[in-house]
């Protein structure tokens, strides 16, 4: 199993700011990683996948990087709508796909 | 605008069965390939099985914690997908998602649902 490691677990931002989350993968996934955000009561939303690429009507200021086994999302100037739990998601080795823990971003 | 409405949770004693449904709208599910994800209290996300659209076969596939007590199907005249869970075990309890993967190359998942709760407690 391709083990997912995201941190911080924790952060905190101010809205306005930029936020930078990573996630590492235990073994090589290529660029088959997504970014899905979850907000209190609701399924998670695709932001990116490809590890770069903008999920449809997903605003320019999330933003993805990385390959291999380092990953990061980068969303820039903070929105009162960005404040939510992030995961990361490899889809390499399909089906068994395996999921970080999350990161949750809140406000300072 | 794409919806999956989950259906068909509630509280089972373990060793119990339940049978949720995902019923879609606004998506082609003839050609749609679809999971179950749980995940339970206060944790993150869990995949639990696939399945493919016929005609790429219909394939299935389980995490291995419910293989062989799970079972996913689909009716596509229905534009439902179906999860049959059978041996509950108190670790099954979870929100389960219904989700569709965006397409055959980008394996991510473009949309999900709300979920449906499952509780397996005596």
């Known amino acids: 199993e391709i083990v997912m490691t995201q941190s911080p677990a924790t952060l905190s931002v101010s809205p306005g700011e930029s936020a930078t989350l990573s996630c590492r993968a235990s073994?090589?996934?290529?660029?088959?990683l997504a970014w899905y955000q979850q907000k209190p009561g609701q399924g998670p939303r695709l932001l990116i996948y490809a590890a770069s690429t903008r999920a449809t009507g997903i605003p320019a200021r999330f933003s993805g990087s990385g390959s291999g086994t380092e990953f990061t999302l980068t969303i820039s100037s903070l929105q009162s709508e960005d404040f939510a739990v992030y995961y990361c998601?490899?889809?390499?080795?399909?089906?068994?796909?395996?999921f970080g823990q999350g990161t949750k971003v809140d406000i300072k | 605008e794409v919806q999956l409405v989950e259906s068909g949770g509630g509280l089972v004693k373990p060793g119990g069965s339940l049978r949720l449904s995902c019923v879609t709208s606004g998506v082609d599910f003839i050609y749609a390939w679809m999971s179950w994800v749980r995940q339970a209290p206060g944790k993150g996300l869990e995949w639990v099985a696939h399945i493919k659209s016929k005609g790429s076969g219909g394939t299935i596939d389980y995490a291995a914690d419910v293989e062989g007590r799970f079972t996913i199907s689909r009716e596509d005249s229905k534009n439902t997908l179906y999860l049959q869970m059978n041996s509950l075990r108190t670790e099954d309890t979870a929100l389960y998602y219904c989700?569709?993967?965006?397409?055959?190359?980008?394996?991510?998942?473009?949309?999900w649902g709300q979920g449906t709760v499952v509780t397996v407690s005596s």
């Open positions: 073994l090589s996934v290529s660029n088959k």
């Open positions: 998601q490899q889809y390499n080795n399909w089906p068994l796909y395996t």
């Open positions: 989700a569709k993967l965006y397409t055959t190359t980008d394996l991510a998942f473009d949309y």
